[in-house]
């Protein structure tokens, strides 16, 4: 049976490359890197050397990086953080409706803490107006959120002009690009940002690695406390093999990006065009235009996005139902929602991510497969037999 991994949102496969920097730091270079020896000297010049290669992929200074565990992380520490440190201007924080939760809770947590929250709509393809970021605005307003690019649904957002109305406001800006960096060109100074959270999982390089790019001068509370590491803005004995592997896989994304958006385009697009002139009653969702390349997102109807994902992957084929963190929570999404789908569309949410391994014959093997499964679903389900019996026939807009 073919094996086909279109879930790369989630999770991209370690790269040869990667794994080999990382080797020596799990082994004979083992020294703490705030250590004054010598054993300590290997882990702080590789740990300089990754703040290099990661700042080299956002455009940023080196010591404007601070290493994290993971994207959650980042975007707490932006969140929380930039919003605490300018809480002598006020309490209001902005974020669209479509935010990853590691921002959406972050800033659900803030309003524990006396802050108020506001929360900008987006429109049928999740994209947030700058004119609304700007209505959302107010005198007291601490920080705005708004993320790159949704994982979900795969829209990239007018983050530039968002930061030209927040910089003109004069109101601190962060952006999670865990969805774009590596993946899209991102340079903090073209887009005008004052922070930018990213993933090394989204870009081949290891889980459990994170970074968070604070532009100079821009205040920050840190979350943890205990010690000195990262310019005294997150505390904790750094895990060097994940950094040094996080700074690899930076520095090679960046030599090979062009390459990559190229390849993976087209293979992206295909699914879109021709996924739903193979099977009715398909709902394509993002942007048509101005989303992720290699990125494809459906509702299908009628069925049940987790029981499409069993049965597709009992054929070989991995794709998720939305987002890595909800899709276990077998509840209709919040980004679907925000997007004007019904919570009974929304339930059958497919989102295939393209990687570097995938090839033309998995597209093919996937546009085969697929139809049946859904036709096998839809057999069972007493929502089409009712749509059936009611006569209603023909296919709706097949993008929202």
């Not at 990853?100 to 800033?107: D, E, N, Q, T």
């Not at 940002?193 to 994170?210: E, I, R």
């Not at 960046?254 to 958006?261: E, G, L, N």
Request: net charge negative; glycine share 10%.
């Amino acid at each position: 049976m073919r094996k086909v991994y279109l879930d790369n949102a989630a999770g991209t496969p370690l790269l040869s490359e990667v794994r080999d920097a990382m080797m020596p730091y799990l082994g004979e270079i083992f020294g703490n890197p705030s250590s004054l020896h010598d054993w300590g000297d290997g882990a702080r010049e590789a740990m300089d050397t990754a703040r290099e290669q990661v700042a080299g992929l956002i455009g940023g200074a080196a010591d404007e990086i601070i290493f994290t565990s993971c994207g959650t992380e980042s975007n707490n520490l932006a969140v929380k953080g930039l919003a605490m440190a300018q809480q002598n201007k006020g309490k209001h924080v902005v974020v669209s409706a479509i935010e990853h939760f590691s921002v959406l809770h972050a800033a659900r947590t803030l309003e524990k803490l006396g802050f108020e929250v506001t929360e900008v709509p987006v429109d049928r393809y999740g994209a947030v107006d700058p004119d609304a970021v700007r209505r959302s605005i107010r005198k007291d307003t601490a920080l705005v959120s708004i993320m790159h690019a949704n994982g979900e649904i795969g829209t990239i957002e007018p983050i530039k002009q968002i930061a030209a109305v927040t910089r003109e406001m004069k109101v601190p800006f962060h952006t999670d690009a865990v969805a774009t960096a590596g993946t899209i060109p991102v340079d903090v100074k073209a887009l005008g940002v004052d922070a930018l959270s990213l993933a090394g999982s989204q870009f081949y390089g290891p889980k459990g690695s994170g970074a968070l790019w604070v532009r100079k001068g821009v205040r920050l509370i840190p979350l943890l406390d205990g010690g000195i590491q990262e310019g005294g803005r997150r505390s904790g004995t750094e895990n060097v093999p994940a950094i040094v592997g996080l700074g690899k896989a930076a520095e090679i994304a960046a030599a090979q990006m062009s390459a990559r958006v190229g390849r993976l385009s087209p293979l992206g697009d295909r699914l879109l065009k021709e996924l739903p002139g193979k099977i009715d009653h398909v709902v394509v969702t993002g942007h048509p235009q101005d989303r992720l390349p290699g990125h494809a997102s459906f509702c299908v109807e009628f069925i049940e996005g987790e029981s499409l994902l069993m049965l597709l992957n009992s054929k070989g084929i991995a794709v998720s139902s939305g987002s890595a963190c909800t899709s276990r929570a077998l509840k209709a999404s919040h980004v679907l929602l925000a997007i004007g789908l019904s919570h009974e569309i929304a339930q059958g949410s497919v989102l295939m991510t393209m990687g570097l391994d995938s090839t033309p014959e998995d597209i093919d093997y996937v546009l085969e497969t697929m139809p049946p499964v859904v036709d096998r679903l839809r057999q069972m389900s007493p929502l089409y037999a009712k749509f059936t019996k009611s006569g209603k026939g023909g296919n709706q807009d097949a993008h929202l």
